[in-house]
């Protein structure tokens, strides 16, 4: 196996863009992505979508995308795991480069959430339409019920959760990509609407439009494309029960601890080695859970890491320096790709004000559905 790199990065805004398609989108970030690496070509393409069928009618993504890149003739395909489509879609963007197969891969993500579609309907369509969807449950109601038991067992407090959200716009607000760039405060957060109690609307992940892409390139090759590549030290995969009532333990996601540990191990990092992270906060409990499984706080003890400042910028593990999926927003299939062009950005030092100092280790976990799949990488500053 190579050593693989990102040698070039590009991204969206993400919000409600109502002036650009689902190909607009992907051709932006993909020009953006290839212009910063100076590539002409790429071997090979990757891109994560949840539903571009759902959303906007259009399906067979892959072949699209690379023809409105001016490239059609390679080899591409389209990847899907639900919320986690973009971080599965970059794995298999890695094994393409680190197999020999490629030398200049593309991994994107995209998803265009806002053109009408019934979009609570469309997400529900990555929980168990047996056994969940059909007696009504939404999203936010299945992590309201995750909250709910991770509230029981650990003491949880509704404020625990606020601070989560807090956190998270108080770092959006310094990224010019991210959908919402204000400051709220733990009262502003318990005040807003309820969603599904007791997850407010501050500590739900947005409605959004928006594509990023990453170029991987062999280790070796990488000096050809950029002074400053990132190398993807390991990564871990994982899956877990999709029907929550078939998890033993409602506050755990066994699918985030199991694709960390296979990360950790494949890397020789630990969790005490990343100087900064971007977890798959899609609301304020899945935060607080997947920090504890990725081994940031023990068990439990995830609740306080946003309120004691643990992990804000400054704070021992900086986690969602973006502003996260709360914040910067959440176009399901891109959220993956966005994590890493963070990392990547923050281990070259180009992260401006929410710059982590001294960061070389930096990691990405994004998760599928409510927990049923998940994606780690693990990155090194060379
Ligand atoms: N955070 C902060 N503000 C939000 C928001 C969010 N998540 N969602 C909407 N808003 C704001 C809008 O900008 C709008 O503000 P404005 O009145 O100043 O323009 C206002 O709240 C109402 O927006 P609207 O689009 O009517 O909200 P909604 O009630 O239709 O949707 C949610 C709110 C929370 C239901 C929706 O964002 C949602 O479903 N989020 C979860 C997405 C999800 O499940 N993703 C997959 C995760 S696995």
Redesign the pocket.
């Known amino acids: 196996m190579r050593d693989v790199a990102i040698v070039g990065a590009g991204m969206t805004r993400f919000g409600e863009l109502w002036e650009s398609s689902l190909r607009d989108l992907f051709v932006d970030a993909a020009v953006e992505a290839l212009g910063s690496a100076g590539a002409d070509h790429v071997d090979d393409l990757y891109v994560g979508n949840m539903s571009g069928g759902q959303f906007v009618g259009q399906e067979h993504l892959a072949p699209l995308m690379a023809d409105h890149l001016g490239m059609a003739g390679i080899p591409a395909t389209r990847v899907e795991s639900a919320?986690a489509s973009g971080g599965a879609a970059l794995r298999l963007g890695y094994m393409s480069v680190a197999s020999g197969m490629a030398d200049l891969v593309l991994v994107a993500g995209v998803e265009k959430m806002n053109d009408g579609a019934d979009?609570?309907n469309v997400?529900a369509s990555a929980a168990d339409q047996e056994t969940e969807v059909y007696y009504g449950i939404t999203?936010?109601g299945l992590y309201a019920m995750i909250a709910r038991a991770h509230m029981a067992k650990y003491g949880t407090t509704p404020e625990d959760l606020a601070w989560v959200s807090v956190k998270a716009h108080r770092n959006g607000a310094m990224n010019a990509k991210a959908q919402?760039r204000r400051e709220v405060t733990v009262e502003d957060v318990m005040n807003s609407t309820m969603?599904a109690d007791p997850l407010t609307?501050?500590e739900?992940?947005?409605?959004s439009d928006g594509a990023a892409a990453v170029l991987l390139a062999p280790m070796d090759q990488a000096s050809k494309y950029t002074d400053r590549p990132v190398r993807i030290r390991g990564i871990g995969q994982a899956t877990s029960s999709m029907a929550l009532a078939d998890r033993k333990d409602l506050s755990k996601l066994d699918a985030v601890a199991l694709a960390a540990e296979r990360a950790y191990k494949a890397s020789g990092i630990t969790p005490r080695d990343v100087h900064v992270a971007e977890v798959h906060d899609?609301?304020a409990i899945a935060e607080i859970c997947c920090i504890e499984a990725l081994g940031f706080a023990s068990e439990g003890e995830g609740k306080n890491a946003a309120r004691s400042g643990m992990t804000a910028l400054g704070g021992e593990i900086p986690v969602n320096t973006s502003g996260g999926l709360?914040s910067k927003g959440?176009p399901?299939g891109a959220s993956g790709v966005a994590q890493a062009i963070e990392i990547f950005e923050q281990l070259r030092g180009e992260a401006g004000e929410r710059q982590v100092e001294g960061a070389h280790i930096g990691l990405t976990q994004n998760m599928g559905?409510s927990g049923a799949s998940s994606v780690v990488h693990i990155f090194e500053r060379v």
Do not use: A, N
């Open positions: 919320c979009v609570t997400l999203f936010p919402f969603v609307l501050l739900c992940s947005p409605v899609c609301f709360k959440h399901v559905g």
